[in-house]
Nanobody, 115 residues
Framework: QVYLVESGGGLVQAGGSLRLSCRTS????????MGWYRQHPGKQRDLVAV???????NYTESVKGRFTISRDNARSTVFLQMDSLKPEDTGDYYC?????????WGRGTQVTVSS
């Protein structure tokens, strides 16, 4: 059984920081491309950042220079360090991966950035 469990969300003022974690089990984590996604109520889930098995990272334009995705293969965990947060970063954050052509998601963690 594949499990992804996000944590670390919360309420923060604009300009503040949060660090999200996503602990996984049931997959060979070190070979997986892992992503963080953000979803606003009633909207689609959008990719925020992704890290490949070799550590290559990519970010959506709006978070470049502010967010950092990283991974700890020993702990099967992916992180998202979010700095200089803006109100528009508010949303539900999910980590996700694909295995055997199926997408897996956690339940998400809520981030609220107040102005």
């Amino acid at each position: 059984q594949v499990y992804l469990v996000e944590s670390g969300g919360g309420l923060v003022q604009a300009g503040g920081s949060l660090r999200l974690s996503c602990r996984t089990s049931g997959i060979n984590f070190k070979i997986h491309r892992m992503g963080w996604y953000r979803q606003h109520p009633g909207k689609q889930r959008d990719l925020v950042a992704v890290i490949s098995a070799d550590g290559t990272t990519n970010y959506t334009e709006s978070v470049k220079g502010r967010f950092t995705i990283s991974r700890d293969n020993a702990r099967s965990t992916v992180f998202l360090q979010m700095d200089s947060l803006k109100p528009e970063d508010t949303g539900d954050y999910y980590c996700g991966t694909t295995w055997k052509s199926r997408d897996y998601w956690g339940r998400g963690t809520q981030v609220t950035v107040s102005s």
